[in-house]
Nanobody
């Protein structure tokens, strides 16, 4: 069983930083792509950032310059460093990974809440 477990969420004040972690385990081949999505209250889930197995990165325009995605492939772990957080960043954040580039090898975490408020 493939497990995708996020951690590092919680409540922070505007302007503060927080790092999310996602650890993947169980019957993996090679994690070609690891990434993050988020779902704000009352909105659909949208893309945040992704990183490939060769270090290529993509970011949503809303987070460019503030968020940084990194990975430790030896540990099957991906991180999302979030700086200068605003209330608009409040959402449930989901970790997503693609194993071996196969359509039937896409896995999602259960999501973790990040709330930015005074």
């Amino acid at each position: 069983q493939v497990q995708v477990v996020e951690s590092g969420g919680g409540t922070v004040q505007p302007g503060e930083s927080r790092r999310l972690s996602c650890v993947v385990s169980g019957g993996l081949r090679e994690l070609w792509v690891m990434g993050w999505y988020r779902q704000p209250p009352g909105a659909q889930r949208g893309f945040v950032a992704a990183i490939t197995n060769v270090g290529q990165t993509n970011y949503a325009r809303a987070v460019e310059g503030r968020f940084t995605i990194t990975r430790d492939s030896a540990k099957n772990t991906v991180y999302l460093q979030m700086n200068a957080l605003t209330p608009e960043d409040t959402a449930v954040y989901y970790c997503e990974v693609d194993d071996d580039g196969a359509p039937d090898r896409t896995f999602w975490g259960q999501g973790i809440q990040v709330t930015v408020t005074s």
